[in-house]
């Protein structure tokens, strides 16, 4: 209960800094916009082979841009330590990982829900909305394993020298198994190809499960000095 | 002092495997019906896959350690064989390579082992990275233990990911009847050589480290 | 009775010593002043005592019970050379935050209560990037009064003001310490840490060289010691 309560805390606060700085979620959907735009110049998509190229596309999109994003939110963490302030108070690491994963989460949702739309109005692709009912398990375990992995690293890679910049380098190898499993349960659900995705959805829920145990059990030791 | 006299010994015995070693890769084991004398490094390939996984799990294992105990020798020691475990791991990798090319016509293939081996390998050059970034000696053994944990425990999701997504590495066997037992028997002496080349690289670089650590700190005595 | 205690304390960083043999104790409504020049470990001293950082050497008690982080942090503020704030937040923002973190009512007259007595009530809604540097300390400070902690442990809270807002921070603190809380401060200003202090403490090059009660020690005696470490501290 209290556990909850402090980790919503942190989101809310999130949120509204969210809200008041516009540096995180705003730079994302820039990002993304930007590139399918370059995806069109680079890929040259049309009506016959969009539905191929889509998931492709689609999670280079959400890997690049979510980490970016994540970088952003553990920078304003970091800023002025503004994080000791959660440190010395009665809310534990724990649920300070989780609330900073709720944050994490929401905003890398909202951008990949943005990319989507976009993504269908730039290629006339409608049909990826009107398969989000399938799609929306994929995108909820990638997304978490997204925002495990990155709410953990991006907070590590911003105490170092070489700030952001680091975090591609440590969180891309790692989130492989999501990316893999994004991609190929999106593309057999958009091309109808055969198997289902059900095996990729179970890969990506023990990656999840692994990683916020061990999270969980991690995050303490980089809030300490 | 026991640890020198461990080295030493080391050392010599690896005088004596390392040839010993090739020499039973080159001219004691049979060549191979299908791939022919390429097959050789096979027994190199594995082996230093072996002595890799070796070393991370060193890592690992020093990473849990140094977080429980906080004591600065676990980190060296996780340090020193991760850079032994990237060491091995680009041999593994080049070794592959040279495989394929006259077996597969490739330079590169996305088989699943491999991949799993070069995704490791982006982790741990990550790892150094990481600790080339922070100055202060006892938050980078914090933060590099973290990344030596999550690291080691995405082998085997990125293994079972990338296997699932595809497979397509040859299994070297006479008509599904295993390895040649002679065969058999020269990749276990070249594993064993090749862990005791890892055993004799982690204590000399670890020693090598703890005498600059020990030496960078008599220096600042000095100064001050 | 002692909140925290350090035995033999010591850091080693990787190749440096910062700090070594540190014996200490803080009672309750303590208040203990560390000189030192800068590089003696004041920092590193006071990140130890307030739970953030762990030693390598010795041990630390809290309560007369070895150390549980947990326990310690909720009792602890800690102001270090940085202000805890969010930047983007503002002062309300900002303080309504700390009282979810802490469980408090953030709707009821305390927030403003705090913010008047530290002359931010008018800027309640600005940016706290918008405020002065001597704003933004007395806003960190006006987070401890809220959150009402044991131990007060401040690092080098004048630095970077001028001398009117270092009164006022030198008065917020007096305040703290009419509540009956402990304070831990750091500084090398002599004037206004001296008379903060039940107890001073000099410390150089990671060692403890005196700490005494104030009866005991001479300002003058703090002066001269910074003068022969050649110290330009006036």
Redo the contacts between chains.
Sequence with gaps: MKFMHDAVSILRKDILLEIRGKESLSLMLFLSLLFLVIFNFALDIDKENVSLLASGILWVIFSFTGILGMGRTSMSERDEEAYLSIVFSPVSAESFYAGKVLSNLLFLLLMEAFTLVFFAVLFDFEKIIGMLPQLLPVLLLGTLGFALVGTLFSFLATASRYGEVLLPFLYLPVVVPVILGGVSSMDIILNGKPGGPGRWLQIMAVFDMLYLSISLLLFRYIIED | MKTNRIIIFLFLSLLILMPLDFFLIFRVAPTERVMGDVQRIFYLHISLAMAAFLSLTVVFISSIIF?WK?D?KWDTAASVSAEIGVLFATLVLITGSLWARPIWNVWWTWDPRLLTVL??W??Y??YF??R????????KA??S???G???Y??IP??R???K??KSIHPLLTKQGGGLDPVMKKVMFFSMATFFVLTVFLFLFRFRLARME?RL??L??RME? | MNIIELRGVGKQYHSKTALSGIDMSIGEGDSVTVFGPNGAGKTTLLKIISGLMQATRGKTFYNNKVYSESDIKKEVFYLGHKTALYNALTVQENMNFICRLFSLDHRGKSIENALRDHGLWERRMDPVNELSQGMKKRLALAKGFITNPEVFILDEPFTGLDLGWRSSVLSKIKNIRKRGKSVVISTHLVEEGYALADRVAFLHKGKLLFIKKKEEAEIGEIYSLFDSLGENIR
Aim: glycine share 10%; charged share 20%; net charge positive.
């Design positions: 977080l906080k600065l995704i490791l982006f982790i050059i990550g990275l990481l080339g970034g922070i100055a202060d000696r006892f938050r914090q933060y233990a973290v990344i944990i999550i690291g425990v995405d999701v990125v079972y990911a990338t699932w997504w650590e960078l700190i220096k600042k001050d």
